[in-house]
Every structure is written in C-alpha cells, then in structure tokens.
T-cell receptor, first 114, second 112 residues
Framework: SQTIHQWPATLVQPVGSPLSLECTVE??????LYWYRQAAGRGLQLLFY??????ISSEVPQNLSASRPQDRQFILSSKKLLLSDSGFYLC?????????????FGPGTRLTVL | KQEVTQIPAALSVPEGENLVLNCSFT??????LQWFRQDPGKGLTSLLL?????REQTSGRLNASLDKSSGRSTLYIAASQPGDSATYLC???????????FGQGTELSVKP
C-alpha cells in the first residue's frame, strides 16, 4: 500500500528565515506530486506540481520554490519567509497516467511565521 | 475562471439525520470531482471520486452525485453520526495533470 509522509508536523519560524519542508511517498513509482497551501479564510491553493524528477510547475508566483531531487521526494523551500507564508502546507500524490486523477494527501505541516 | 463553491459554510444536525452537502462549479469541462473529509489540524482524506462519465458513486453511508450540465455535485450522508463531524471539501479536476480547484468547505457538526 502507498503512504505519504510530511516533515516536520509543525514549525515556527521568524520572518526572514529560510524554510525547507519535505514530502516523501512510499509504495509507488513515478507519482505526480503536489504542494498545496491552506491559509485561514482562503481555502486550499495549489502551489507547485511535478510529473517527474527535476520537473516543477509553479501555479502561484511567490517567494517559495519546490524541488524534486528523487522520484518520491518533494521539497518546498524559501530563502526568506514572509508573514503571509503562514499556513497549513499539504503534499499530495496521484498515480501517473490514470484517468481517475484521484489525489491522496499527507498529514500536513503547520507553519507559523512570527 | 474556474471556481468551486460550497454552501452552506457550516451545518449542524442531530445524530441519525440524513443530510446533503452541496458543491457547485462554474466550468462544466470538468474531468472528475473529488470529495474529501478534513478533521481539525489534519490532512485530507479522500472519500469519493466521480469521473465525468459517471453520475454517482457510493461508499458505505456516503453517496456522491455529479451533474455536469447544471454544474453541481452533492454528497449525501445517511444516518449521520457524531464521528462524521468534520469539514467536507469538494474539488474539481480540470486537466490530466491533476490540478484541483477546491471549494471553501462545509463544516459539519453532528450532535449526539
């Protein structure tokens, strides 16, 4: 069976500090991977998605970036955090090439920028 | 612009009641519609996915329908239980890459 992990679960960072959030998927190969952010009162927003190693598509211009150094690893980064980066960050995966497009989500990382 | 709307934002019902959650979408060129459950502070749990060629899907006490022509989907929960209390989100898939457009969710509270 497939499982998805996110690390860390919670994070409190000062404004201007760097960020690195990690997402890993087990039990599948070549998944499509996604980063979403859930901010208070704004719903879930797609930030980045990746269909393969080194392939990243950005949906929202901002001071965040994503990388996919390995097949089942997806990393969300920032060089300098802003207050507006606070939120709940969710990673998701789906099987490639399937008509259903069903996505499965990880447990999330709660980021608070002070 | 592709938008997904869920009404009401919050719903409170007594235990045992059957209920319907509503989801509407502006763009009928939808590939699939997926319903999720989110418990406070947790990730999303996939409940049901309806493909554009289908009209409904069932899982246990849950039944989801999709009407592309009217731009609506409903999630029916039979014999509600306190454990069903959570936020329910619907999301539309609009391309093969899997981009999801989410509604704002309906927060459901089932009172014992």
């Amino acid at each position: 069976s497939q499982t998805i992990h996110q690390w860390p679960a919670t994070l409190v960072q000062p404004v201007g500090s760097p960020l690195s959030l990690e997402c890993t998927v087990e039990g599948t190969s070549n998944p499509n991977l996604y980063w979403y952010r859930q901010a208070a009162g704004r719903g879930l927003q797609l930030l980045f998605y990746s269909v393969g190693i080194g392939q990243i598509s950005s949906e929202v211009p901002q001071n965040l970036s994503a990388s996919r150094p390995q097949d089942r690893q997806f990393i969300l980064s920032s060089k300098k955090l802003l207050l507006s980066d606070s939120g709940f960050y969710l990673c998701a995966w789906k099987k490639p090439g399937t008509a259903s497009n069903e996505q499965f989500f990880g447990p999330g990382t709660r980021l608070t920028v002070l | 612009k592709q938008e997904v709307t869920q009404i009401p934002a919050a719903l409170s019902v007594p235990e045992g009641e059957n209920l319907v959650l509503n989801c509407s979408f502006t763009d009928s060129a939808i590939y699939n519609l997926q319903w999720f459950r989110q418990d406070p502070g947790k990730g999303l749990t996939s409940l049901l996915l309806i493909q554009s060629s289908q009209r409904e899907q069932t899982s246990g006490r849950l039944n989801a329908s999709l009407d592309k022509s009217s731009g609506r989907s409903t999630l029916y929960i039979a014999a509600s239980q306190p454990g069903d209390s959570a936020t329910y989100l619907c999301a539309g898939h609009y391309n093969q890459g899997g981009k999801l457009i989410f509604g704002q969710g309906t927060e459901l509270s089932v009172k014992p």
